[in-house]
């Protein structure tokens, strides 16, 4: 099967950008996409697909990808943007894969 | 708004069978993809596998000949059966619905069960 893989821990000051990646072959074929999980909650996706959003993730969340890598960039991270985000994907058999996840800190 | 929950004994003994099942409520089974994922204490998530409202089966392959997805759509729920546990199955498992037709991603999940698998 497919493996994704993320850096386990990423810092940023707050307001600043921050961009998490998750690499792997699959996502040359196929889209990423990207949860937030907070402690003791269940994920919630902040981005899916190309580059799209669902309903009430605020626009400082953002995807993209090349190649081998799919990335979340977080415009201008903020407290509440602390936590563990996961990306996810499929490959050529449906079988869906995650990410190792990315424990996100905000100084 | 499509809500998930999960139901099933939270401690089971080694080489039991862990059966959780799922009601969805505020939309239909049918139509769409449903998914078992698990997180052990203080790690990642895991993909288990998926049923399509057809019954139509995917499964992880490490757990494949452990795992059983089935779909009962006049309760509007569906099920998980893994057998043989061991400690190494203890995890926070999730019922969640999973979109496949153009990009793969959940848009909703239960809130969780712990399943301690103790002796």
């Known amino acids: 099967s497919s493996e994704l893989t993320q850096d386990p821990a990423v810092s940023v000051a707050l307001g600043q950008p921050v961009r998490i990646t998750c690499q792997g072959d699959t996502l040359r074929t196929y889209y990423a996409s990207w949860y937030q999980q907070k402690p003791g909650q269940a994920p919630v996706v902040v981005i899916y697909?190309?580059?799209y959003r669902p309903s009430g993730i605020p626009d400082r969340f953002l995807g993209s990808g090349s190649g081998n890598t799919a990335s979340l960039t977080i415009s201008g991270a903020q407290a509440e943007d602390e936590a563990d985000y996961y990306c996810?994907?499929?490959?050529?058999?449906?079988?869906?894969?995650f990410g190792g996840g990315t424990k996100l800190t905000v100084l | 708004q499509v809500q998930l929950q999960e139901s099933g004994p939270g401690l089971l003994k080694p080489s039991e069978t862990l059966s959780l099942s799922c009601t969805v409520s505020g939309g239909s089974i049918s139509g769409h993809c449903w998914s078992w994922i698990r997180q052990p204490p203080g790690k990642g998530l895991e993909w288990i596998g998926y049923i399509y409202y057809t019954g139509s089966t995917n499964y992880n392959l490490s757990l494949k000949s452990r795992v059983t997805i089935s779909l009962d759509t006049t309760r509007n729920q569906f099920s998980l059966e893994l057998s043989s546990v061991t400690a190494a199955d203890t995890a926070v498992y999730y019922c969640a619905r999973v979109q496949v037709e153009g990009p793969t991603y959940i848009d909703y999940w239960g809130q969780g069960t712990l399943v301690t698998v103790s002796s």
């Open positions: 996810n994907s499929r490959d050529t058999s449906g079988s869906v894969v």
């Open positions: 697909g190309k580059n």
